[in-house]
């Protein structure tokens, strides 16, 4: 059984995502454990980009600190490197193509896969543009997880067939970000998913309350959190692994 399997075998997945080095990757690190032991099942964790496409302002901002704080490809490695020495939750990166081709897609797949990354997340890789990773990712044992949109319909069972790891769910169409309320039929969609490979369906974009967690694990294996954590880390700084602890125990506990 791959890592990512491990994750969906008992219950409901809760999945944080975090941007790197925000405040610092010293906190990350720390923040990571700490999310592992409020009960994660797994950790995306974000590579900060220029030009995040697909997020909204607070994750936007949360990568613009990274980066200006310093953090590199080659020093998320060096953390993950450490981590790997102290837990086996499984881990997935989230980034954008253009992180990887500028670092070499051979170099930079084979690298996440020697320490330990179980999958890549690209929001800004269309389907049919997936062949330019899939072999890499393939070859080295990394999952490239497919994103599946409201607007997806017919596409969903395609993109679903080949689909490995998890199959990422988007539950509101626009950008990440907080949303008061998901009226998008996220049970229909995961019915699609379903019907066409047995595959670990996870929903994401716009969760943020232990309420909204429980209605969304009502229909899916489990349930990806970004913006409201990385919120938190924003507004504590260095002093937001208590309150991220006890946010990721609250909404695990919520699926449970």
Do not use: W
């Not at 999958?119 to 990712?137: A, M, S, T």
């Not at 209605?215 to 880390?233: H, N, P, T």
């Amino acid at each position: 059984m791959s890592n990512i399997a491990k994750a969906f075998d008992h219950g409901k997945a809760f999945i944080p995502f975090i941007t790197c080095g925000d405040p610092s990757l010293e906190i990350t690190e720390q923040l990571v454990l700490a999310m592992a032991d409020a009960g994660a099942d797994l950790i995306e964790l974000g590579i900060p980009f220029s030009d995040p496409t697909a997020e909204g302002p607070v994750i936007q901002a949360a990568s613009q600190r990274a980066l200006a704080g310093g953090v590199t490809t080659d020093k998320i490695f060096d953390m993950v490197h450490r981590l790997r020495q102290k837990t086996t939750i499984p881990f997935v990166f989230m980034t954008y193509a253009n992180v990887i081709f500028s670092y070499g897609a051979e170099r930079f797949i084979g690298n996440a896969s020697r320490l330990g990354i179980d999958g890549i997340i690209l929001p800004d890789l269309p389907y049919e543009e997936k062949q330019e990773f899939d072999p890499i990712c393939k070859k080295y044992n990394v999952d490239l997880i497919s994103f599946i949109a409201p607007t997806s319909h017919e596409r969903i069972s395609m993109i679903a067939r080949e689909a490995s790891g998890f199959v990422y769910c988007v539950s509101s169409l626009g950008v990440t970000g907080v949303r008061k309320e998901i009226t998008t039929d996220i049970a229909s969609m995961i019915k699609l998913v379903k019907q066409a490979k047995t595959i670990p369906a996870a929903i994401g974009f716009g969760i943020s309350t232990p309420e909204q967690a429980k209605k969304m694990a009502a229909f899916a294996d489990g349930v990806i959190v970004g913006s409201a954590i990385v919120k938190l880390c924003a507004q504590y700084g260095n002093d937001c692994i208590k309150p991220v602890n006890e946010y990721v125990r609250a909404m695990k506990a919520a699926i449970s």
